[in-house]
């Protein structure tokens, strides 16, 4: 994903939604290793859309899919691990 001035912002799947009103960040150290998990537990991304725009979208306003709605067969400490690391909230993500 780029910015207006056609700078590379990073991965567009993974996303910090920061702050009130919907603002969203892109970091590079944010979650990598949440989405992945989530990725490997539910063998897809946790949002999907047609265009990077719209996953942002996804990210900042939709609620995550719970891992074992999609795939029963994972265990429930993965999936709070997961849910922890992918939280919305900043506070409620696991501190660095």
Known sequence: ???LTGKQLGQY??????????MAAVYKAY?????????????????????PMAI????????????????PAESASVERVILKEL????GDRYQT
């Open 1 to 3: 994903m780029e910015d």
């Open 13 to 22: 799947r993974i996303v910090a939604p920061l702050g009130e009103g919907g």
């Open 31 to 51: 979650q990598p290793g949440g989405v992945m998990l989530y990725e490997m537990a539910t063998g897809r991304p946790p949002f999907a859309a047609e265009t």
């Open 56 to 71: 942002l979208f996804k990210h900042i306003h939709d609620p995550l899919p719970p891992p074992r709605t999609i795939n």
């Open 87 to 90: 939280a919305k909230e900043r």
